[in-house]
């Protein structure tokens, strides 16, 4: 059977679009377009064809593809799915990095330098940042036409068969090939992520095993002012009662700082992908004013307002002491606190996760170093700790401050988009990142619930118990944290794939490992309670304290697997008011009644019972809404 190629276009409506030649001069390209069919078909050689160029204009060493990069983002708003593209003809050489380029992809040299035009930067790539992609591109196919099929390099690739014609010396086919094959390298490197090929488990296991390296970084962050304040030789539990009395306060600071970098840096990168840099620019540097404004008023607020706040949290007057020597160093550094981790969310969102990484390391070393040393040798105590901490965060905040003012971002900190004036980037910016915020509030909410109910029925010692016990859970749950997260792109990554049976198969992967890994801490924590209790503490009582305590807090942990893999399976998948729902169920429907109630039955021990309840109701709850939706979902998918 003859197909006429005319019969298959004849519903196709001619259309011209103003973008650049190969030579970035500006022309006028036609086209076809199919808006009901949402097809477009786009001939190569009319838009950076060799036709338009003059002899002397013919140099593939600076002939981009740039010009067709313009079209398809052009299309891609104007709601085009499937690209039918012709090739042949082409005066370019440079693999598509000026296209890709114009559809938010970022290709670096070594210095960190955008390269983005013809075979001169092509030469010169070392990275390759996929994070600020047009997203249009995932509901995007193309169809290539061609009637040749020469490789990508060797004695019979583009380069030595049809370079020539584009003004290529044949000295130069050599060293050019040698280019392309440097580039194919990467993106086959690239391209390893690739979650729908190979094992679902060895993908997740991956992207879990370096978040969980991370998150332990900055949990060691958090937790090293704690370990060292309980060994102190001298009211080391009441130090460590009133060091725990100002984690609600802290847990708010952070809270302020993820509302503008959870709803900022995300917003960066979809303009980054859009190519509108100027607005990516405008919502760095109002982010950044943000941060500074809201650090300031944290500060002034909570050093007026101190001891009200911190006796409201379960101080008393011999924990106070020690709380607010603590407090009124750190609140010191509240600027370099959420400056240093909101900017840090910019600095990701741009591709530089080994800068952004470095943030934390930068800071978390330094803490572990000059904790002891300002806490034992100078024998300052908690304010030792505090001032370690604050010299840490200043450290993070210049290491920040040094790269978003430098040369190597795309974005930087620049004073004329500093000035916040406009009201629909702040609404935009405020409501992504109140999802994350909430989050943060709500386990500020609980922990000042439980400390001032602790401090109620049980007194200062139990409080202490408590800052131990959540220490710990901190802990333990980085690794099913991991796991979770970790899984969250392979699972997103398939169901946009649709290869629904995959998704299903990472499911069952993560409840299995997040189920029996939390069983296992479960049993250790039970078994051997006074091995980790020790850790933060010597004092006998103490210690006596916290045992029971911890056995019952942690009676329900193996259910928490549960909730972790429900809520980061809502997320994957595209159902996060699902995962914010019981967030706010297990923490602020659950556990804060409980709190307040069952010790009016159960004594000071009820507090604790309050955490197995919430983990049984809520993760049973979570996983079995997951089961109802998420799974029955893709089991339908997968028969169609």
């Not at 114009?102 to 670096?108: I, K, N």
């Not at 992609?133 to 030595?160: H, M, R, S, W």
């Not at 070393?365 to 030792?384: E, K, S």
């Amino acid at each position: 059977m003859v197909i006429n190629v005319l019969d298959i276009f004849k519903n196709f409506e001619k259309k011209q679009f103003k973008t650049v030649n190969a030579v970035s001069q500006d022309t006028i390209v036609s086209y076809l377009e199919n808006l009901d069919r949402q097809e477009a078909v786009i001939e190569i050689a009319e838009l950076i064809g060799l036709k338009q160029l003059s002899d002397t204009d013919k140099d593939p060493y600076r002939t981009s593809t740039v010009g067709l990069g313009v079209l398809i983002n052009n299309l891609l708003d104007k709601g085009i799915k499937h690209f039918i593209i012709g090739l042949g003809g082409s005066a370019t050489n440079d693999c598509g990095i000026g296209m890709l380029s114009e559809l938010g992809v970022r290709f670096l040299s070594e210095s960190g330098k955008l390269c983005r035009h013809g075979i001169k930067d092509l030469s010169k790539i070392c990275e390759i940042d996929l994070s600020g992609i047009n997203q249009k591109l995932e509901e995007a196919n193309f169809t290539i036409i061609c009637d040749v099929n020469n490789p990508l390099y060797g004695e019979n690739g583009a380069t030595y068969v049809y370079a020539k014609q584009k003004g290529l010396d044949e000295r130069s086919f050599s060293e050019v090939d040698k280019y392309i094959i440097n580039f194919s390298n990467l993106v086959s490197k690239k391209m390893k992520n690739d979650f729908s090929k190979g094992s679902v488990s060895s993908n997740i296991l991956s992207m879990a095993i370096p978040y969980t390296i991370a998150q332990l970084v900055q949990v060691l962050y958090n937790l090293v002012d704690r370990i060292y304040i309980g060994h102190m030789a001298k009211n080391a539990s009441l130090a460590l009662t009133g060091v725990g009395l100002t984690f609600p306060i802290i847990s708010i600071i952070s809270a302020f700082g993820f509302l503008f970098s959870s709803g900022g840096a995300p917003l960066c990168s979809i303009e980054r992908g859009r190519g509108n840099h100027e607005k990516a620019k405008k919502l760095l540097g109002n982010c950044f004013s943000m941060l500074i404004f809201t650090a300031i008023l944290m500060m002034l607020i909570f050093y007026i307002f101190m001891r009200p706040i911190l006796f409201a949290f379960g101080a008393s007057e011999a924990t106070y002491v020690y709380a607010s020597q603590y407090l009124v160093i750190y609140l010191l550094g509240t600027i370099f606190t959420m400056v240093s981790s909101g900017m840090n969310a910019f600095i990701n969102a741009q591709g530089f996760s080994r800068v952004g990484m470095a943030t934390t390391v930068v800071g978390a070393v330094a803490n572990i170093i000059l904790d002891p040393i300002f806490i034992f040798g100078l024998h300052l105590g908690v304010r030792g700790a505090a001032i370690a901490t604050v010299i840490s965060q200043f450290l993070s905040f210049l290491w920040v401050m040094l790269f978003l003012t430098g040369k190597q971002p795309m974005y930087t900190i620049q004073r004329k988009y500093m000035l916040v004036n406009d009201f629909t980037i702040i609404k935009q910016v405020l409501g992504l990142g109140l999802s994350g915020f909430t989050m943060g509030v709500t386990n500020s909410l609980t922990q000042i619930v439980c400390n001032a109910t602790l401090r109620q029925y049980g007194g200062d010692v139990f409080v202490g118990a408590m800052t131990i016990i959540n220490s710990l859970r901190e802990i333990f749950t980085l690794v099913v944290q991991g796991i979770t997260y970790g899984a969250q792109p392979v699972l997103g990554f398939n169901f946009g794939a649709k290869q629904y049976k995959r998704v299903k198969e990472g499911i069952r992967f993560v409840s299995i490992l997040g189920g029996g890994y939390t069983v296992l801490a479960w049993l250790m924590v039970s078994h051997f309670p006074e091995f980790f209790i020790r850790l933060f503490t010597k004092d006998e009582t103490l210690v006596a304290t916290t045992i029971p305590s911890l056995r019952i807090f942690f009676m329900g942990f193996f259910m928490m697997s549960l909730q972790f893999c429900g809520q980061s399976i809502f997320v994957a998948l595209g159902y996060s008011k699902f995962s914010i729902f019981f967030s706010l169920l297990r923490k602020v429907i659950i556990v804060v009644p409980m709190t307040i109630i069952l010790p009016y039955f159960m004594g000071v021990h009820g507090v604790f019972y309050a955490e197995p309840i919430s983990n049984y109701v809520g993760g049973i709850a979570c996983y079995a809404t997951m089961l109802l939706t998420v799974w029955r979902s893709l089991s339908r998918k997968e028969k169609v």
